[in-house]
């Protein structure tokens, strides 16, 4: 199954580059095909004849973790290209390697929910803690691409990471993700959730005096300043420290 997977990829991605060289296409197929051969596979988890009833962990356990591990390296690798969809317009998230990405995020989610019907049942939370940095890099990386193309900021990844709109954009999304993990953890009572939002903002506000205030220009860092200021408000409003749930069953 995984070598046949990887024939396919590997002959649509060269037919690609012959008619859209120097695009986003090539790189798309050597994630879509492989996404696509790993959503069939978990779509067949109900069926029960041969060859997934006798081979169930192999194809839905350390099988499916080969795919998965391959499809996150995919995710990352790709993620430090331009990625220019050509003859498309490049828009950010609704273009297709970033689509491509979301969706092996989301089988990814689904898969390790699944974990627990499976002999890797105890490896459900670290991969879960893992497929969310890789979800923040991915995340970052997503930007700089959108700084390349709207900002003309030119690749390779090191010079992008050097430009005031690279610097603002981060300090912002870094405030935003703060904001959505503690409102999270407020909501739903997860501590955890909370602190490593806190910690987050914790990094934001570090990076703005640090970075932002001595080498940014004046419009970037009043932008900087400004926005995340206007996030830490409604974090305090919206998202306080939730109760410990320990602490709460003591009581």
């Known amino acids: 199954m995984v070598l046949l997977t990887f024939l396919l990829t590997a002959a649509g991605a060269s037919l690609a580059h012959d008619y859209f060289a120097r695009t986003v296409w090539p790189n798309v197929l050597w994630g879509a095909i492989p996404l696509a051969a790993t959503m069939l596979v978990l779509r067949a988890r109900a069926r029960t004849h041969w060859p997934f009833r006798d081979f169930s962990e192999s194809y839905f356990g350390w099988g499916w973790a080969v795919m998965l591990g391959y499809l996150l390296l995919f995710v990352l690798v790709s993620g430090v290209e331009p990625g220019d969809p050509k003859p498309l317009p490049y828009i950010v998230i609704l273009n297709p390697i970033e689509l491509v990405q979301i969706a092996i995020l989301l089988v990814g ?10 002999q890797l049942a105890g490896v459900a939370k ?18 700089a691409r959108a700084v390349h193309f709207y900002a003309e900021a030119p690749y390779p990844l090191d010079r992008i990471l050097e430009t005031d709109a690279w610097q603002t954009t981060t300090s912002i999304l870094w405030a935003m993700t703060s904001l959505v993990l503690m409102g999270i953890g407020a909501r739903r009572t997860l501590r955890p959730i909370w602190i490593v939002g806190a910690a987050l903002l914790a990094l934001v506000i570090v990076k703005l005096f640090t970075i932002d205030l001595s080498n940014l220009e004046m419009v970037a860092r009043i932008i900087s300043f400004i926005t995340v200021g206007i996030l830490m408000l409604i974090i305090g409003y ?14």
Do not use: S, Y
Not at 109 to 118: A, C, D, F, N, Q
Not at 126 to 143: D, E
Not at 241 to 249: C, E, G, H, L
């Open 109 to 118: 989610v689904g898969w390790i929910r699944t974990l627990g019907e499976t």
């Open 126 to 143: 670290p991969a879960m803690i893992g497929l969310a940095a890789i979800a923040f890099a991915w995340l970052n990386l997503t930007a």
């Open 238 to 251: 919206f998202a306080p420290i939730p109760p410990n749930r320990t602490q709460d069953a003591q009581t």
